[in-house]
């Protein structure tokens, strides 16, 4: 099946620092790569959308100025933790939708913690 | 009402058993449905796609599409411990938005 790579896995930083994790779509083109957060034991949340191109559409609540949200390819998104504070830590785990299929694929996720 | 509701168990069942999964929506332009299983500390991971209605089968996991009754299910026969996780469901219409489930929370004891 078609794979989402997400990098870092596993990232600490200091509070106040800024952190990018990326999201690449390697054997499709992602018309829509969407993020989301995840706190233990609970379901995705919807952050923000982004289409190629274009600037992302943030959900109800989420800062756009503190998750900056790239997509400048058809197999590359970035989401950017700016000013990183200790609750910013979460698993943020990305997707992105095959543009021929309409799969959503998700990536392995990447877990922040933030000291 | 919320666009799909999926009850969050959790689920605990024996090595061997079937398990049945399920998901019922509200929206009836749902055309693409889809499972998959998340592990704990893990991206989740697409089980079975299935378009409009109709069963599809993929070794132990069977996926059913009941448009008319705007039900879905996921069927696991002869399950294993590698089984438990949570299985989550999802569905889309012709754009660009993806509905989920909460989550099944499943546990096969051996």
């Known amino acids: 099946g078609a794979v989402v790579s997400q990098h870092p896995s596993w990232v600490i930083c200091k509070s106040g620092t800024s952190v990018k994790i990326e999201c690449r779509s390697l054997d499709f083109q992602a018309t829509t790569m969407f993020w989301y957060r995840q706190f233990p034991k609970q379901s995705l949340m919807l952050m923000a959308t982004s289409n190629e191109g274009s600037k992302a559409t943030y959900e109800q609540g989420v800062e756009k100025d503190k998750f900056l949200i790239n997509h400048a390819s058809l197999t590359l998104s970035t989401l950017t933790v700016t000013s990183a504070h200790p609750e910013d830590s979460s698993f943020y785990i990305c997707s992105a939708s095959d543009r021929v299929t309409g799969e959503l694929f998700f990536g392995e996720g990447s877990r922040l913690t933030v000291l | 009402q919320k666009e799909v509701e999926q009850d969050p168990g959790p689920l605990s069942v024996p090595e061997g058993a079937i398990v049945s999964l399920n998901c019922t929506y509200s929206n009836s332009a749902f055309q693409y449905f889809m499972w998959y299983r998340q592990y704990s500390r893990k991206g989740p991971e697409l089980l079975m796609y299935t378009y409009s209605s109709g069963n599809k089968e993929d070794g132990r996991f069977t996926a059913q599409v009941d448009k008319s009754s705007k039900y879905i299910s996921l069927f696991i026969r002869d399950s294993q411990p590698s089984d438990s996780a949570t299985y989550l469901c999802?569905?889309?219409?012709?754009?660009?938005?993806?509905?989920f489930g909460t989550g099944t929370s499943l546990t096969v004891i051996p």
């Open positions: 999802a569905m889309s219409g012709a754009g660009n938005q993806f509905y």
